[in-house]
Nanobody
């Protein structure tokens, strides 16, 4: 059974840092890409960052230069290092995965809350 489990969320002051982790298990097909999305209250889910199995990365304009995505394929873990956090980064952050047999993300985690507030 496919599972993506996020951890590392919490509350932090503006300017602070957090590191999210996403542990993947149960995939019968190779994962071609993993990513992070977020959803703030009253807003639609939005793309944050992604990384291919080969290590190519992509970022939303709003987080570029502040967030860094990385992965440990041996540990089947995805990370998101978030620095210089702003109140507008407050959201539930979701881990997602796309297997090579799919054109879009086909596995999602349950989400982890990130709150940036003074």
């Amino acid at each position: 059974q496919v599972q993506l489990v996020e951890s590392g969320g919490g509350s932090v002051q503006p300017g602070g840092s957090l590191k999210l982790s996403c542990s993947a298990s149960g995939f019968s097909s190779t994962r071609c890409e993993m990513g992070w999305y977020r959803q703030a209250p009253g807003k639609e889910r939005e793309f944050v960052s992604s990384i291919t199995r080969g290590g190519s990365t992509s970022y939303a304009v709003s987080v570029k230069g502040r967030f860094t995505i990385s992965q440990d394929n041996a540990k089947e873990t995805l990370y998101l290092q978030m620095n210089s956090l702003k109140p507008e980064d407050t959201a539930v952050y979701y881990c997602a995965a796309r297997t090579c047999t799919s054109a879009k993300y086909n596995a999602w985690g349950q989400g982890t809350q990130v709150t940036v507030s003074s």
